[in-house]
C-alpha cells in the first residue's frame, strides 16, 4: 500500500499532463483543420467532464485511439473487418483508462495486426465522434476516436486476429474514391493523400 500511495501523486501528474496535452492537441488540430473546429469542441467537452472519459464504462460517452497505419510505401493502408461492427475500419480500440490516446493507437494497431517495429506521429490526424449500437449486455454509446498517423516497420505480413474477420493492406487512393467505404475512412484517405 505504501508503494502505491508513493505513486500515486506521479500517476495524477502524469494523467492531467497527458490530459492537458490532448486539450493542447486539439486546440491545434481545430487550428489546422477549422472545417472540424466543432468536432474538436465536442471532444474538449469530454476531456473536461468529471467522470473519466478514458474509461469504456462512461456509457454517455468516452474516448478511443485508432491507427491510420500506413505502409512503408505510404500508399497503402492497414484496415480490419470489424468482427462487432462487420465493417471495414481502421484499426484501434479503448483507452481503458490510458490518457496518451496516441499510446492507445499505436497499441492497438499492434495487438490487432500482429506487427511490429510500428512508429506513431504524436500530432492528431483526425477526430471522429461515432455511435456504438447497443450488442449484447453494452448499451449504445458514443466513441471519441482520435486517429494517429502509425507507419509500418520492415515486416508488412500482418496476423488476423480475434477482433477481426479479416485485415487488408488497401491502395488509399482508392479508398478515397471508394463511395461504398465508411466517410471518415475517405476522408483519412483525403487528408493523407493531400499530405503527400
Known amino acids: 500500500m505504501g508503494e502505491f500511495l508513493r505513486w500515486l501523486p506521479r500517476m495524477v501528474r502524469l494523467m492531467h499532463g497527458n490530459s492537458a496535452n490532448l486539450a493542447d492537441a ?37 474516448f478511443t485511439g485508432s491507427a491510420w497505419l500506413v505502409s512503408r510505401d505510404g500508399a497503402r493502408a492497414l484496415l480490419t ?6 465493417i471495414w475500419v481502421q484499426l484501434g480500440g479503448h483507452a481503458d483508462g490510458d490518457t496518451d490516446l ?8 499492434e495487438e490487432e495486426s500482429g506487427l511490429s ?6 500530432q492528431l490526424f ?6 456504438i449500437p ?6 449504445g454509446h458514443w466513441h471519441y476516436d482520435a486517429r494517429y498517423i502509425v507507419h509500418a516497420g520492415d515486416d508488412e505480413n500482418f496476423v488476423v486476429g480475434e477482433e477481426s474477420l479479416d485485415l487488408a493492406w488497401r491502395d488509399i487512393a482508392q479508398i ?5 467505404a465508411d ?13 503527400n
Open 26 to 62: 486539439l486546440d491545434d488540430y481545430a487550428r489546422r483543420w477549422p472545417q472540424q473546429a466543432a468536432i474538436a469542441a465536442e471532444f474538449r467537452a469530454l476531456l473536461a467532464d468529471a467522470a473519466n472519459p478514458f474509461l469504456r464504462e462512461r456509457l454517455a460517452g468516452h
Open 81 to 86: 473487418h470489424h468482427r462487432k461492427l462487420d
Open 102 to 109: 496516441a499510446n492507445v493507437a499505436l497499441r492497438e494497431a
Open 117 to 122: 517495429g510500428l512508429r506513431v506521429d504524436a
Open 126 to 131: 483526425d477526430l471522429d465522434r461515432h455511435w
Open 134 to 139: 447497443e450488442r449484447k449486455d453494452v448499451p
Open 176 to 180: 478515397a474514391h471508394d463511395e461504398n
Open 183 to 195: 466517410a471518415s475512412l475517405r476522408r483519412m484517405a483525403d487528408k493523407w493523400l493531400a499530405r
